[in-house]
């Protein structure tokens, strides 16, 4: 669960956040929609603690270790490195390191989570279609990747060591038509296997009201709804107030 209370944060005159209240709750695919500047990829950054806010607080309560729902005690991301262990994040290309290949980069992630490359393999696994086999065997350095599969490094990278809190800004950025529709089912069932919580911003608003349990729809740094999303329950809503925007 996160709790977010008075959240501010300005570039000079313009108001990137604005959030007095706001509850995620553990389990949920939250999907965050909104217009260019509308301050989803800020929420993020500050939620991960890239991005120090100009007031206010974000609490987590980690799920327990043994499944067994809430752990407890409210943590401060800025002021505690516990929640980490538990957290998966893909937010930009800096979150790579793009001078190895995907194979080096993610034995690297293994041998610094203690784990043989034969476990490495076998969590790559699950993600082999999504790869399409456009990553692994290509000798090519993450950085000489196309956008679309630097995006799928990312996304694998953030599931890599099952969190229980996964943050992906943008996922469907770059990937072609189909890539969309597999990385669909991939968050899908590992939202659902793991009782985890997604939070997924994007632009691609069909694929959001698709994946999510939940949009919350935000317009200069604010969050004007907070919508149940039940078999896409909030695509009228949703639909009609970007065609007001895009008349507007």
């Not at 990137?16 to 929609?33: H, Q, R, W, Y």
């Not at 100009?54 to 987590?60: A, C, H, P, R, T």
């Not at 996922?171 to 669909?184: A, E, G, R, T, Y």
């Not at 069909?206 to 999303?229: F, Q, V, W």
Request: glycine share 8%; charged share 25%.
């Amino acid at each position: 669960m996160i709790t977010i209370n008075n959240l501010k944060k300005a570039f000079g005159k313009t108001i990137a956040c604005d959030i007095p209240e706001f509850t995620i709750n553990d389990g949920d695919i939250l999907g965050l929609v909104g217009n260019n500047g509308a301050g989803k990829t800020t929420l993020f950054r500050m939620i991960l603690d890239l991005l120090k806010p100009d007031e206010g607080i974000i609490s987590f309560i980690l799920p327990s270790p043994l499944g067994e729902g809430l752990g407890g005690e409210a943590i401060n991301p800025a002021e505690s490195e516990e929640w980490k262990d538990q957290t998966g994040a893909y937010v930009d290309e800096g979150f790579l390191i793009d001078f190895l290949t995907p194979e080096e980069y993610f034995a690297f992630l293994g041998k610094v989570n203690n784990l043989s490359q034969e476990e490495v393999d076998e969590i790559l696994k699950p993600y082999e279609r999504l790869a399409s086999d456009e990553i692994f065997g290509q000798k090519k350095l993450i950085r000489n990747l196309s956008a679309g599969n630097k995006q799928k490094v990312g996304i694998i990278a953030a599931l890599f060591m099952t969190p229980k809190l996964v943050i992906l800004d943008e996922p469907f950025n770059f990937l072609d038509p189909s890539s969309q529709n597999v990385l669909k089912h991939v968050l899908t069932n590992y939202a659902k296997e793991n009782h985890a919580t997604l939070l997924i911003s994007s632009h691609n608003l069909a694929h959001t009201i698709d994946i999510s349990s939940r949009i919350a729809l935000l317009e200069k740094g604010r969050i004007i709804r907070d919508l149940p999303n039940e078999a896409g329950s909030a695509k009228t809503e949703l639909e009609n107030y970007f065609e007001t925007e895009a008349e507007g």
